[in-house]
């Protein structure tokens, strides 16, 4: 401690733990920076595995190409579910810990050590999860439903992986100690510190049901069990799966804060709705399993209404009450920053150029509509009969955690180069259109595979033609094909704009333009604080008719949906 | 700024703005309708999904599917017992019990339901877990081994339906159907 005292007095001292951002100003701890470094850059190659493997599914599910014979169609499906939704987005989240803790809180990492023997247990778990599925003989699905059994080594990578998690979580933790004890800040902590604290409560508890639902279910696959209820495991299960998602939902909403802050200068319209909106999902999440069991046997009515809403849909809430403040955040600082005309020259004068900025709206604006609607339409006890296990499911799903979480890490990746790895976007016009091409790709996919559900096309599912099947039971409609088709050209523009992103990510680390120069200038700036023009308003005055206008629309969209889909649903067969 | 200390050390003090409160508050209601609308569909709806389930052995539920399907088999007029692509029709009486077999991969057998006449369809799978997904009906439901499903169902329509397997369940997953049909 003393010598830590030491060296961050001296700042001269050669070999200092710290650095001070030119960009930012704020203070650097050199662990955590190289730590971010290696989860980022871990995170982003697990990307590009998963991210092919996401293609290759998408062009064999589009009838008229069908790329991938079947073994290979379910054997790459099971490895994209683990390498994208496990490996390369709780790397990335881990980044984010390191990040929210040591660097915006300006202190020390608590354990430096601690958290590399976290980061290589992660990465051995992925590893042999990918070992696993490329053997062939764990092709069950990243859900893994039992008495479907997949080989040891799968459940065991798992379980080694989730360790590893939880050993930098609480790296994150303790680092948050460090700082309060050592006073590294002033007050409370940021409200980014607040949702990454959020999100990593939440991991905390997500790996624990993961730990009770994979342990047994290893010592199964190795023989030492001779049964595990197929309905528990579902419900233990989603304990992990669902809450798991909630931590994406808080460390992306903790990014576009981040952003707002860092490229407009945009600050929480008041920190306790922000808060106490992110408070929101640490109290109800436990209950998230049971929007996965609505179409199971056994579950009584009300456990179902209660658990799927999250007690009255307030982790919902948390979302929506996000979903205002963020655009009324960044309206409040662009008409600090000048732009006051209208109802929109806020928006339409932002910097759509920057990728940072334009990534991180179109985050906001897919994630809400699609994800966000869909969601809650499929979490409803009697809407779930309609879309249960179709198409609709993953649809739903590519919305929230593609167009929503990914493409917001993707957009603080365009932050994170400059100003971790300190080399500038090397290909700046490139950097410029890559969330486009991947927004577009994604919100894409989802949208079609929501329709192809709507029509009754399964997922995880080989040939909707059903030639080889015991009965030709159904013709799909012709929809059903040309949504097929549609989804596979926007999932290779998903997947460009993935390779544009990997690609200039990495020709940008290894070879960009050096920024540690003293007068070197960022190719995307952040906001220029001097430019401000004005303090517009205070809590008494402040308008935002833009962001008004924006969620007026959101909720019209949302109420109208619902009640089509009840509609819809009034004209099912009788059952009960 | 988001990213630094909030300049207001007592920031839980300071009054929240009109516009927040104002979402906040509409959102909060949004959800409670929400909410108590899946309570009122449970009166007011047709379409609830059954909770009565019950625990039975795989082999158990093989057998009693058998001995159920044997004695409402179909007959023709030829007087074979009819069968479509080798899988028996069965026609179980007016609004009697149902059993449909979930296995690998097949739905067993096919059955024949009469139009606006209530069922109780039994549904389980003998091996892992299945998806009962009714198409071009569109209704999904998951069926797992072990457990005893029983729905009540009406069929509104005429003609012959397909059940096709929503829950992955091996390389023969996209193989895995059924047949209902539905006559006047
Ligand atoms: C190039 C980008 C991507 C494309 C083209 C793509 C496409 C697809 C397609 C077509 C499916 C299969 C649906 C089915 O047959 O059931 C799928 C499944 C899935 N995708 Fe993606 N995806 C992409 C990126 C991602 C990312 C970035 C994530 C997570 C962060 C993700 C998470 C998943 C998951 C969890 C599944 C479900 C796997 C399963 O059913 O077991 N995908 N994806
Ligand atoms: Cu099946
Ligand atoms: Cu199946």
Redesign the interface.
């Known amino acids: 401690m003393a010598s830590i005292d030491a060296t961050a007095a001296g700042s001269g001292v050669v070999n200092a733990p710290y650095r001070m951002c030119r960009f ?1 100003g704020l203070k650097v701890d050199q662990a955590a920076e190289t730590l971010i470094k290696v989860h980022a850059v871990t995170a982003v190659i697990f990307l590009a595995l998963g991210g092919l493997m996401g293609l290759g599914v998408a062009l064999t599910r589009w009838p008229a190409v069908q790329i991938l014979p ?2 290979w169609f ?1 054997l790459v499906l099971t490895g994209h579910g683990a390498n994208v939704l496990l490996f390369w987005i709780i790397f990335f989240e881990m980044a984010v810990l390191f990040f929210a803790s040591a660097i ?1 809180l300006g202190s020390r990492l608590a354990a430096p050590k601690v958290a590399w023997l976290g980061y290589i247990l992660m990465l051995v778990g992925a590893l042999m999860a990918n070992y696993a599925v490329l053997r062939g003989d764990s ?3 990243f859900t893994s ?1 039992v ?2 059994q997949a080989s040891h080594w799968f459940y065991l990578s798992l379980i080694v992986f989730a360790v590893g998690a939880l050993i930098s979580v609480m790296v994150f933790f303790a680092t948050l100690v460090v700082a309060k004890n050592e006073n590294t ?8 510190t607040f949702g990454a604290i959020t999100a990593a409560i939440i991991a905390v508890f997500t790996l624990a049901s993961g730990a009770i639902i994979l342990i047994p279910t290893w010592l199964w696959s190795l023989g030492l069990i001779t049964e595990i ?3 528990m495991y579902k419900v233990v299960w989603w304990g992990m799966g669902h809450s798991s998602q909630q931590i994406n939902v808080s460390a992306h909403v903790a990014i576009w ?2 952003i ?3 490229v407009l ?9 922000s808060r106490m909106a992110f408070l929101m999902y640490i109290l109800f999440l436990q209950l998230a399993s049971a929007h996965h069991l ?8 009300s456990w179902k ?1 209660v658990n799927t ?1 999250y007690m ?3 982790a ?2 948390g979302s ?2 996000h979903g ?2 963020v655009p ?2 960044i309206e409040a600082a662009q008409r600090r920053n000048g732009f006051t005309r209208g109802a929109f020259e806020w928006l339409t004068k932002a910097p759509w150029g920057n990728p940072a900025f334009s990534g991180m709206f179109l985050s906001l604006v897919m994630f809400g509509f699609i994800g966000g609607i869909s969601g ?1 339409i499929l979490g ?3 809407l779930n ?6 198409l609709y499911v993953p649809g739903h799903f590519h919305g929230t955690v593609v167009a929503g979480t990914t493409l917001a890490f993707m957009a603080m990746t365009w932050l994170v180069v400059p100003l971790i790895f300190r080399r500038d976007i090397i290909w700046p016009t490139l950097a410029k259109w890559q969330p486009y091409l991947f927004g577009i790709g994604a919100g894409g996919i989802s949208l079609f595979m929501m329709g192809a559900g ?3 096309v ?7 033609s ?1 030639a ?7 013709e ?2 012709a929809a059903a094909y040309l949504m097929m088709g549609l989804n596979g050209l926007f999932a290779i523009l998903a997947a460009l704009g993935g390779l544009v992103f990997i690609v200039t990510v990495v020709a940008s680390i290894l070879a960009g333009p050096k920024l540690d120069g003293p007068d070197a200038k960022m190719v995307f700036p952040l906001h220029d604080a001097s430019r401000q023009v004005s303090e517009y308003g205070s ?1 008494g005055t ?1 308008k ?1 008719p833009g ?2 206008i924006l ?1 007026g629309i959101f ?1 019209a969209a ?2 109208l949906y ?1 009640f089509v889909n ?1 509609k819809y ?2 004209e ?5 | ?9 007592l ?2 003090k ?4 009109g ?2 409160l104002g ?2 508050v ?3 209601l ?3 309708f ?2 108590f ?3 009122a ?2 009166f007011i ?7 009565e ?1 019950y625990r039975v052995k795989p082999a158990a539920y093989e057998e009693k599917v058998a001995a159920w399907a044997e004695q409402y088999q179909k007959i023709g007029a030829d007087g074979e017992p009819v069968e ?2 080798g ?1 028996p029709v069965v026609a179980p009486p007016e609004g009697g019990d149902v059993y449909i077999l979930a296995r690998l ?3 067993w057998p ?1 059955v024949e339901l009469k139009k606006g006449v ?1 069922y109780r369809i039994h ?1 389980s799978s003998v ?3 299945h ?1 009962f ?17 029983v ?7 005429t003609g012959e ?11 023969g ?7 209902i049909r539905v006559v006047e």
């Open positions: 930012t079947p073994e379910y915006l092709t069950v699905m439903y008495p479907m800040y002033d007050g409370s902590v940021p409200l980014v209820d197929s309905l804060y981040a707002a802050a860092m200068g945009a600050k929480p319209l008041s920190e306790k709705v609505l179409a199971e046997p056994g579950m009584s009515a209404i809403s009255m849909y307030l919902v809430l929506m009450i205002l403040t009324g955040a809650v409803t006890e009697q009969v309609l879309m249960h296990n179709t709507t029509l009754g399964p997922r995880r599912h080989w040939d909707i059903l080889d099947a015991a009965h030709r039971a159904v799909f409609p809590e402040l935002l962001t008004i969620v909720f949302f109420v619902y009840w649903l009034s099912l067969w009788l059952f009960n | 700024m988001a990213i630094t200390p909030p300049a207001n050390r920031w839980w300071e009054p929240i703005h516009v927040e979402w906040i509409i959102a909060f949004w959800g409670l929400m909410f609308f899946m309570i569909w449970h709806g047709d379409q609830n999904l059954s909770t389930t479509v692509e899988t991969w097949e739905f096919v209530k549904i091996d892992w877990q998806g997904s009714l198409q071009p009906v569109n209704m999904n439901i998951s069926v797992h081994p072990g457990y005893e499903h729905i009540n169902l009406t069929p509104t329509e339906f397909g059940i096709v397997c929503n829950e992955y369940c091996g390389i997953h996209h193989t895995m159907t059924g047949l």
